[in-house]
């Protein structure tokens, strides 16, 4: 189709479908945007480090082509105030698969979150953070090696799903009447009121792709976490039904953890994931003290927001955490940090996030090498002490660089012996 500011590259061919890398052709146009603040600092810095990669590992057989489209400040400076042109939709629907900077929300009124929007209007049902530690990497914790999970948080439903009443208004008011006279419920005068949706098809959607990716990449466990022992109706629901589809669909691979022990002894059976659930407050004293008992994590959409953080930090922090909003018909993948905009333009800050959700996209498509090339670059790069400052200011002899020396690091470090 015709865009009004996107150029699709001419060279790049289109990604026909997500169903695996026998989908993507040699050339794929991949979509970006770039993103407010310390975005462009970023971005260039890791798409020349994944360029690199794809370069050295496949010697120009394989390129992405690169198409830019636009949302946030640089969207509104060129389609005239609107920070989420329609296009830019239109293109991740056509192209299938995208990778994006941070973007700027103001706090308050009339203004909604861009990122909630590109979640909700593209149906992006899932967010998928991996997290774990790489060494040298500044940590917390006594053995952060122990840390190696991948979070599944839904991303539609629950108290994000916006219908909120502020107190005081008439669509408020009605609704506590409703509350109060018809369904007996007590609340103080005043309140605000917010709804918070969930559904089986949501809940079942989402732990069906985290049960696939469990089984597709030889995982151990997955993990519901809820807070179903107070809110019964949503989040135990959530609970169930997560149950019912691991029992249902995937009876075969799965095995809960009472059968573990009931019929195991709690040996785990090879080929056999086990399933199990936690109440999510005791789940963030369990990742801070056994780690290691968690695999795949699938989460309601609050309690996974909290999740995801708290576990990046144990590890070095948003500044590398990845992440991936994903959906039936489109990929997005992610910086999971904001905007950071003290540092706009400064060529400070660490590109890691970015560069990370970059390797999950590259996995993604299949391309493997590439993906290890850019994991390995770092990990030399770590290993060096050369980092950029939000590291440095954390570790001992280290040489503290900007974010495009940090790139140029990565890249000389990439597959240069073992
Ligand atoms: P933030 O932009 O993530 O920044 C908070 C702090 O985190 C920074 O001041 C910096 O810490 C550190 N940081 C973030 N990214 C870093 C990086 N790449 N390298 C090193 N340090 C990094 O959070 P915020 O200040 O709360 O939010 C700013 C804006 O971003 C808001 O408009 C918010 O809505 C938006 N936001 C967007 C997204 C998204 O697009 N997905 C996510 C979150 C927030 P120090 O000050 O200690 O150096």
Redesign the pocket.
């Known amino acids: 189709m015709a865009y009004q500011h996107i150029s699709v590259p001419e060279q790049g061919e289109k990604i026909q479908c997500l169903s695996g890398p026998d989908c993507i052709p040699d050339r794929p146009i991949i979509a970006f945007i770039e993103g407010d603040g310390?975005g462009r600092d970023?971005m260039t810095a890791s798409r020349r480090i994944w360029d690199a990669a794809v370069e050295k590992a496949y010697g120009g057989q394989r390129q992405i082509a690169w198409m830019e489209i636009y949302a946030g400040e640089k969207a509104a400076a060129l389609y005239d105030g609107d920070y989420m042109p329609e296009e830019t939709f239109e293109a991740l629907r056509e192209f299938l698969v995208g990778i994006k900077g941070?973007?700027?929300?103001p706090v308050g009124g009339g203004f909604r979150s861009l990122?909630v929007t590109l979640r909700q209007v593209l149906d992006l049902y899932a967010c998928v953070r991996p997290v774990q530690w790489y060494e040298g990497v500044p940590s917390p914790l006594l053995r952060p090696e122990n840390v190696d999970v991948v979070i599944f948080r839904e991303n539609t439903e629950d108290v994000y799903a916006g219908i909120e009443y502020e107190a005081g208004t008439p669509a408020n008011e009605k609704l506590a009447r409703f509350l109060r006279e018809e369904m007996g419920a007590e609340f103080f005068e005043g309140s605000g009121l917010g709804i918070k949706p969930m559904s089986a098809y949501g809940t079942k959607r989402l732990m069906r792709f985290a049960l696939r990716y469990a089984i597709e990449r030889g995982r151990k466990s997955v993990t519901i976490v809820h807070k179903g022992n107070i809110q019964k109706f949503t989040e135990g629901a959530f609970r169930n039904w997560a149950y019912e589809v691991a029992r249902e669909e995937f009876g075969e691979q799965t095995i809960t953890e009472d059968q573990l022990w009931s019929e195991y002894g709690g040996k785990q059976p090879e080929g056999k994931i086990v399933v199990k659930d936690r109440i999510a407050d005791i789940m963030f004293q369990h990742m801070l003290l056994r780690p290691s008992e968690f695999d795949v994590i699938v989460s309601p959409n609050l309690n996974g927001d909290y999740l995801s953080d708290a576990i990046a930090a144990e590890v070095g922090g948003?500044?590398i955490a990845p992440g991936a909003n994903i959906g039936d018909e489109v990929m997005l993948f992610?910086a999971?940090?904001?905007?950071?905009?003290?540092y706009t333009d400064q060529d400070r800050?660490?590109p890691g996030?970015l560069m990370f959700s970059g390797v999950m996209m590259l996995e993604f498509l299949g391309w493997w090498e590439a993906a290890k090339l850019v994991t390995q670059g770092y990990v030399r790069t770590l290993a060096e002490k050369v980092v950029?400052y939000?590291f440095a200011r954390q570790m001992d002899g280290a040489t503290e660089v900007g974010t495009s020396a940090f790139a140029s690091a990565i890249i000389k470090n990439m597959g240069n012996g073992a």
Request: charged share 15%; hydrophobic share 25%.
């Open positions: 310390i970023i941070p973007l700027t929300t990122n948003v500044g992610e999971t940090h904001g905007t950071a905009p003290k800050v660490n996030s950029t939000d």
